[in-house]
């Protein structure tokens, strides 16, 4: 068995905020059937030691970052871990990243400068019969532990990096290399230096064996200017080695076959079923029960990177055309004012509920007939594929994972059978008026219609491709050519 640590800030079941949660908890669940045995570093935030089974200290450090902590080997949720019990950094509740004041805590960046560092110790052997071939870090959050490792010499694993988002990227004042436990030659464009601060993302970046992101497309656009959020130069100048692979989904707690959330479960061979979670939805928002015209649905965070600015200002339009949106979403207040001003306007037609609500989120994606995703840049992007298994047309802006997961129904793609749901581009008000337009000519036809959800449903959207391309890049890594 190949031996790979995973560092992560968050692992779904255990902590979550967003996509690199999911991914965090579901790989290591995906690759033993590669050959691959994942253990997965976490920090000890309250949420995280609440649901740890069998824990047991392995080690400890008499002062990291600030103080006493210790390394806990125990098992949760199915994986294999080790915890960072370290009461200093991460004995705090809530959001992991954020005060009470809904800012970053300011020692972020020593709290995750320990992780990253106990990363790369236990990597090296610090734990009794554990050392890894491999070490993956994802995000900013463990972009030092190839840096660590980097300086500390060799021999040492190979490394990877994987970026879920180049928007966060660790940035800290330069008087912190040595408080972090960095030398004096990592301040140099060839290590950590950043603008004359500390990048943690840039330092990954540089030292990392290998970079990978959530979707060959946006591995592509983050080699340019308009995606590479002022690190495109340093990705150009490592494009040889940056990677794009798509997550997958957990098929188990998304199954419309088996879900216990939905109005009614279905599957491709009873897709009449799927009308009543439509009926419950559209009860469940407040909106006509009415089966003209297309029911467009939206989860998600409701900021300018998920463009849904976009969206509202083609609602009127929508409506007008005898439309209806359910929405279920939380973010910036301009944007939850926007839409309940639009569900005061137009009551039969709009509805949302502002907040995050896992399980009304898996019946949106069995009622609606397109799932609007018009995101500005989205490394992969998870609703998208969660509509696909649940018999939702994805409507999409064509950027990173969005362009690389759905077929667009367009005359070559309509002929073969192939077509999943509809892209546009670029994101902007025009084309995607252009592509609400185009979604209710569709609609208009129920034997296309039939034959994209069947698309969707019967679309591979599981960890087993994925967790094989892991898999053949760890043992590329561990033998390189
Ligand atoms: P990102 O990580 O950028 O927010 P993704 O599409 O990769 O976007 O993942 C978003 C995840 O969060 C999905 O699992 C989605 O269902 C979930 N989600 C987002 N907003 C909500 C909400 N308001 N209620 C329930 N689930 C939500």
Redesign the pocket.
């Known amino acids: 068995m190949l031996r790979v640590l995973s560092i992560a800030s968050e692992a779904f079941p255990l902590i979550k905020t967003?996509?690199?949660a999911?991914v965090a908890g579901a790989l290591p669940l995906a690759l033993p059937r590669e050959g691959v045995e994942m253990r997965t570093l976490l920090p000890g935030y309250p949420s995280v030691k609440a649901k740890l089974e069998k824990a047991e200290a392995i080690h400890a450090y008499p002062a990291l970052m600030g103080g006493p902590a210790r390394v806990l080997a125990a098992h949760a949720a199915g994986l294999d871990l080790f915890v960072l019990d370290a009461p200093h950094l991460y004995d705090r509740p809530g959001n992991p990243y954020l005060g009470p004041d809904g800012r970053d805590w300011p020692d972020n960046a020593f709290r995750f400068a320990a992780l990253a560092r106990v990363g790369a110790d236990l990597a090296k052997g610090l734990a009794p019969a554990y050392a890894a071939d491999v070490v993956h870090a994802h995000d900013w959050q463990a972009a030092l532990a190839p840096v660590y490792l980097h300086y500390d010499g060799t021999p040492r694993p190979a490394t990877v990096l994987t970026i879920?988002?180049m928007a966060f990227q660790g940035h800290y004042y330069g008087d912190l290399l040595g408080p972090l436990g960095l030398p004096a030659a990592a301040m140099s464009l060839d290590g950590v230096e950043y603008f004359s601060g500390i990048g943690f993302l840039k330092g990954g970046i540089r030292l990392a064996d290998k970079i990978t992101t959530v979707s060959p497309t946006y591995a592509r656009e983050i080699l340019t200017p308009e995606f590479g959020m002022a690190l495109d130069g340093l990705l150009r100048s490592r494009a040889a080695d940056v990677e794009g692979i798509v997550?997958g989904i957990d098929d188990e707690v998304w199954d419309p076959e088996t879900d216990p959330t939905l109005a009614r479960p279905f599957s491709a061979l009873k897709l009449q079923d799927r009308d009543a979670n439509r009926q419950a939805l559209q009860e469940k928002f407040g909106i006509a029960a009415t089966e003209a015209g297309p029911l467009f649905g939206v989860?998600?965070?409701l900021t300018s990177?998920?463009g849904l600015d976009l969206l509202l200002a083609c609602l009127p339009g929508l409506v007008a055309r005898g439309g209806q949106l359910a929405l279920?979403?939380?973010g910036e207040p301009a944007l939850e004012q926007g839409f309940r001003d639009m569900e005061g306007a137009y009551p039969d037609h709009v509805g949302c509920i502002i907040?995050?609500?896992?399980r009304?989120?898996h019946l949106i994606q069995a009622g609606v007939d397109f799932l609007v995703?018009p995101s500005r840049f989205?490394?992969?992007?998870?609703?998208?594929l969660?509509a696909l298994r649940y018999g939702a047309a994805p409507l999409v802006a064509r950027v990173g994972g969005l362009a690389d997961t759905v077929i667009d129904a367009n005359e070559a793609a309509l002929s073969a059978g192939v077509a999943t749901g509809l892209q546009f581009y670029p994101p902007d008000i025009g084309a995607l008026d252009y592509a609400i337009s185009r979604a209710f000519d569709l609609n208009a036809d129920p034997a296309i219609m039939r034959r994209l959800r069947l698309n969707g449903m019967r679309a591979d959207v599981s960890w087993r491709t994925p967790a094989r391309r892991y898999a053949a890049l760890y043992a590329r890594l561990r033998t390189p050519a």
Do not use: I, M, W
């Not at 907040?355 to 896992?358: A, L, P």
């Not at 989205?378 to 998208?384: A, N, S």
């Open positions: 967003g996509g690199l999911d879920h988002n997550n989860v998600s965070r990177q998920k279920l979403g939380t907040g995050y609500d896992e009304l989120a995703v989205e490394p992969c992007g998870l609703t998208q969660y």
